[in-house]
């Protein structure tokens, strides 16, 4: 058999299986990267990204270690750590360095000598004021990319404005928290529904886009130095990067002087596209050209009553009024069918329905303890428990890609403070163990 | 204190388009449609890259379709497609024919980086998926991005999927809303976009991986997959528990106090005080010091606390009632705490900050005029990423890539349109040049007649 000849899902998933991922070289090995984050988990998760390919993080934080470490659902600890830092410590190498100290500062111009990249997320000015800015640095090591995530950014008007740059106050600012939520019944109030409101969203996604955007930057970075040598100083405003995510609201605003409000789990941006509820919980329904939406009409046997032969341009029913009119009737019938039914009904319609393939979108909406558990997830490698020498067996999610030549892996899931210092100030800066000690003693590490 | 701002930064705004872009000379390939797709290589044509943005003729994209509410920009442009697609090249390509896919595979032998979001299979049958691309080029980054991968049940049942259904399959939706309520869909597509930036790492980690080693690959993600990736604590707390993890509306309950909070005028601002000394700020703010030094709020850990949590939190709800949101902006600046009211987009698009900054920025676009756009949000000192131009009519640049790119001559050019291996727009809305367009405007080169 040729290789064209193997099914192509047989033949890929032979070369892109998470778990023949060890055996792969790592795209990122030849990398140092500082991370200086403090209070921020957008830096965490920004090096995270980067240690998943192998480049090799020094996670570097004060002596009494990061804050972030303490920021955890309802104050649990896990064998001494959050939970969230039990997940985005993957693969770095834990050091303390107390950059109150100028000799720390000393040290940590050292490692920026021998780094490719540094990513901080101090409010502007600190790190120039404790003498490690970007100007200095930039002298000791052309070739740094040193990169700054903050609340508002190095400059413009705003950017000394006191303040940590915090998950939910990034969603507020962002102009994604204000039109998502559900609308306010008619003729009802906000203390009759305090569940009315502008919503925001995830466990930290405005952290966790703002270290994606930045890792693509540094990477963008990184192939440019490759070409020409050049370092550069990068710098991300939280919000700005989250409002960025956002497609429509701008443009619709400019062109029609509208401000986007919440519309539920409808969506301004057309139909079919909502979340519809079931006898047992609820679906979402996706059909964005019109020969899916008469393929749900007829998936539910409402061809001939709803008229779906007549229809003609799926715009007509993307206005506000049209979306709520035929949202009551949808929901009418998805109430009389399961999650399970339903999305049978839809793979089934694929094969034998009148519009046959075309088959709309139907989807069961998961608590995460079924998303955990849903056996497709967990054959593609997303929850396999990483052997963590200091955790034990640990779930955080992984394989968010996957890569024939370099794939991504978690090699262990966190360290506790401090936990590299030995190998790493020996590795870099030649510290032995009395060297450490005494700095150890004099507060600096 | 010492300022960055002044050296590092200083006129960054106003020189940017004096320097380089960091992906000068890549050459994206683009087979894709609605969000998940498209953005990707948003993302990079922003950073420089060349990409070319292959539609089927004559209606192409999907996303020309849909509208906020039926509402076109400038009576038929397509408001959703403008943003995700800023200085790409737009090719109106049949790859249902074989001339078409002839002329995909002459580009894709020039190209660095291919990207796709069709079902599994779907590109190899055209003859242009990765097994075929890597023959002529090994060393092509090849990305395909779906719902549900590429291999595994769901892919093999062939379910389709969006960003509606990654928000739903993955749990995300679930968490996202308040206790007692329907899950709630997030008003943005974030799977979709966050997906599709997030597979840029992998692309960009990839080109890192070929720079070293000469050597191209192929990706894959699923939209779900990518979602999941960002929710932390979710996992490991449910492993170590042995419970579901819950929504909790506003509240953040990994930071205490961090909620959102209605004021005196019915508007909104959300709050963070997490660590001693911005707790105590904010004790202060409302006039209640002692609460700083009350054992059940004495330290975050214990804050955290479910009790403890609803109690503070309720606190501050009542205080800030009496309080407007700019008050408690104020407040929060003398006192040093985190605060800011909730922006709408109106909000967003008029800050002075944002402006000054370059994040908003003026936009003259030769086809469909001025609007305001957002740059892409990293800055770069020597390689500051752009927004140039924005969204065009399908196969509005056939000519430039015909030509420029892959040195056809008119004759050949006239032959593939014969053949329907390459077309144009529709003269309907959302496909179309704007209804004042004097035939030139934005064109590069035009089509032989």
């Not at chain 1, 968010?400 to 403070?417: A, G, S």
């Not at chain 2, 060349?50 to 849909?66: A, F």
């Not at chain 2, 023959?135 to 991968?149: A, C, D, L, Q, V």
């Not at chain 2, 930036?197 to 890192?208: I, M, N, R, T």
Request: proline share 7%.
């Amino acid at each position: 058999m040729t290789e064209m000849e193997q099914p192509w899902e047989e033949w890929i998933r032979e070369r892109d299986d998470p778990r023949i991922a060890r055996t792969r070289p790592e795209a990122l090995d030849d990398i140092t990267v500082l991370d200086l984050s403090y209070k921020s988990f957008a830096g965490c998760y920004c090096s995270s990204l980067l240690a998943e390919f192998g480049a090799e993080v020094l996670r570097i934080e004060p002596p009494e270690g990061d804050f972030i470490r303490k920021c955890t659902p309802y104050g649990i600890l896990y064998k001494g750590e959050g939970l969230n830092y039990l997940s985005e410590g993957r693969n770095k190498f834990h050091i303390t360095l107390n950059l109150k100290k100028p000799e720390a500062r000393e040290i940590l111009k050292g490692l920026a000598a021998q780094a490719d990249v540094l990513i901080e997320t101090y409010p502007p000015g600190v790190m120039d004021e404790w003498g490690v800015g970007y100007e200095v640095l930039k002298e000791i090591n052309p070739r740094l990319i040193f990169a700054s995530i903050t609340a508002y950014g190095q400059f413009g008007p705003m950017s000394h404005r006191w303040g940590a740059d915090y998950d939910n106050v990034i969603q507020a600012r962002s102009g994604n928290q204000y039109d998502n939520g559900e609308m306010l019944p008619e003729g009802k109030t906000y203390d009759e529904c305090p569940w009315a409101v502008p919503t925001k969203a995830g466990p930290w996604i405005g952290w966790a886009q703002a270290g994606t955007f930045m890792a693509v930057g540094i990477l963008a970075a990184l192939h440019w130095r490759e070409l020409t040598g050049e370092g550069q100083a990068l710098d991300l405003a939280s919000a700005e990067s989250y409002a960025s995510l956002e497609d429509w609201a701008a443009i619709w605003y400019q062109g029609a002087g509208i401000v986007s409000e919440r519309f539920g789990s409808l969506n301004i941006g057309g139909w079919l596209y909502c979340f519809a509820p079931t006898r047992d919980g609820a679906v979402f329904l996706g059909g964005l050209r019109l020969e899916m939406w008469q393929a749900f009409a007829d998936m539910l046997g409402k061809w001939d009553e709803w008229g779906a032969a007549n229809w003609t341009d799926l715009a007509d029913f993307s206005a506000k009024e049209e979306q709520l009119k035929w949202a009551e009737r949808v929901f009418a019938e998805t109430r009389k069918y399961t999650n399970e039914e339903l999305v049978r009904m839809s793979v089934e319609y694929a094969k034998k329905g009148r519009l046959a393939p075309i088959t709309p979108v139907v989807a069961p909406v998961c608590s995460p303890w079924e998303a955990m558990h849903d056996p497709n997830w967990i054959d593609r490698g997303i929850f396999t428990p990483v052997e963590d020498p200091v955790y034990g067996e640990i779930i955080v999610a992984q394989a968010q890609y996957k890569l024939t030549e370099t794939p991504p892996r978690v090699k262990w899931v966190c360290r506790p403070v401090g936990y590299d210092n030995e190998y790493i100030y020996l590795k870099y800066m030649g510290f032995g163990p009395r060297k450490l000690k005494k700095l150890k003693e004099a507060g600096i590490i | 204190m010492i300022t960055v701002g002044e050296s590092t930064w200083q006129n960054y705004k106003e020189t940017k388009h004096s320097k380089p872009l960091p992906l000068k000379g890549i050459r994206v390939l683009e087979v894709c449609t609605l969000l998940l797709g498209p953005s990707g290589p948003g993302f990079l044509s922003r950073l420089g890259a060349e990409v070319i943005k292959c539609e089927m003729p004559p209606l192409g994209d999907t996303l020309r379709s849909l509208v906020p509410f039926g509402y076109w920009f400038r009576e038929d442009q397509p408001t959703s497609l403008i943003r995700p697609n800023p200085n790409k090249y737009w090719l109106g390509l049949d790859l249902h024919k074989p001339e078409g896919q002839k002329l995909f595979l002459e580009l894709a032998a020039q190209a660095d980086i291919i990207e796709e979001n069709l079902r599994p299979g779907v590109m190899e049958r055209w003859n242009i998926g990765y097994r075929q691309i890597r023959e002529i080029n090994p060393r092509i980054i090849y990305i395909s991005k779906t719902g549900f991968g590429q291999w595994g049940q769901y892919a093999r049942e062939n379910r389709p999927s969006n960003d509606g259904a990654a928000q739903a399959m993955s749990g995300y939706a679930w968490m996202s809303r308040f206790p007692g309520q329907p899950p709630l869909k997030n008003r943005l597509y974030i799977c979709d976009s966050y997906g599709a930036l997030l597979g840029e790492v992998a692309v960009l980690a990839a080109l890192h991986y070929r720079d070293r080693t000469g050597k191209g690959q192929y990706i894959e993600l699923s939209q779900s997959e990518t979602i999941m990736r960002t929710m932390s604590w979710v996992w490991p707390y449910q492993q170590i528990t042995g419970k579901t993890a819950m929504p909790a509306g506003n509240r953040d309950v990994s930071i205490c106090p961090a909620d959102t909070f209605r004021c005196a005028d019915d508007t909104f601002v959300a709050i963070a005080a997490p660590d001693t000394e911005e707790f105590r700020g904010l004790c202060t703010a409302m006039g209640r010091p002692e609460l700083a030094d009350d054992p059940r709020f004495k330290d975050h850990l214990t804050r955290l606390q479910e009790e403890n949590a609803t109690e503070i939190l309720g606190i501050i709800a009542e205080w800030a009632r009496t309080r407007t949101a700019e008050e408690i902006e104020g407040l929060a600046d003398k006192y040093g705490f985190v605060a800011s009211r909730v922006y709408t987009i109106k909000d967003v698009l008029e800050n002075e900050h944002s402006r000054e900054r370059g994040f908003v920025k003026e936009l003259d676009d030769p086809l469909i005029g001025e609007f305001l756009d957002y740059e892409f949000p990293v800055m770069m000192t020597r390689t500051p990423p752009r927004v140039l131009w924005t969204v065009r009519p399908v196969g509005f640049d056939n000519e430039y890539v015909l030509t420029h790119i892959l040195g056809k001559t008119e004759s050949e050019i006239r032959q593939l349109y014969e053949r329907g291996a390459v077309g144009k727009w529709a003269e309907i809305r959302g496909r179309r040049p704007p209804p004042d367009w004097d035939g030139k405007a934005g064109l590069i080169m035009v089509r032989p007649e």
